[in-house]
Nanobody, 117 residues
Framework: QVQLVESGGGLVQAGGSLRLSCAAS????????MGWYRQAPGKQRESIAS???????NYADSVKGRFTLSRDNAKSTADLQMNSLKPEDTAVYYC???????????WGQGTQVTVSS
């Protein structure tokens, strides 16, 4: 059974930091691209960061320079370091695993991040 479990969300003041972690099980982690998405109330889910199997990272403009995504294939984890948080970063954050060759896609259950002003 495939599981993606996010952790590390919470309440933080503007300017603060949080580190989200996504722990995967039931998949060959190194064969999947990993991504983080977020969904704010009343808005569509958006991609904010992704990392390929080879370690290439891409960021949405809204988080570039503030968020850092990394992966540890030995631990099957993908961590999102979030610095200089803003109230507009408030959302439910989801972890995503995708294997492009056969379009297998898995999602975590989400973790709430709330940034107070």
């Amino acid at each position: 059974q495939v599981q993606l479990v996010e952790s590390g969300g919470g309440l933080v003041q503007a300017g603060g930091s949080l580190r989200l972690s996504c722990a995967a099980s039931g998949i060959i982690f190194s064969s999947y691209d990993m991504g983080w998405y977020r969904q704010a109330p009343g808005k569509q889910r958006e991609s904010i960061a992704s990392i390929t199997r080879g370690g290439t990272v891409n960021y949405a403009d809204s988080v570039k320079g503030r968020f850092t995504l990394s992966r540890d294939n030995a631990k099957s984890t993908a961590d999102l370091q979030m610095n200089s948080l803003k109230p507009e970063d408030t959302a439910v954050y989801y972890c995503n695993a995708r294997r492009w060759r056969d379009n297998y896609v898995y999602w975590g259950q989400g973790t709430q991040v709330t940034v107070s002003s």
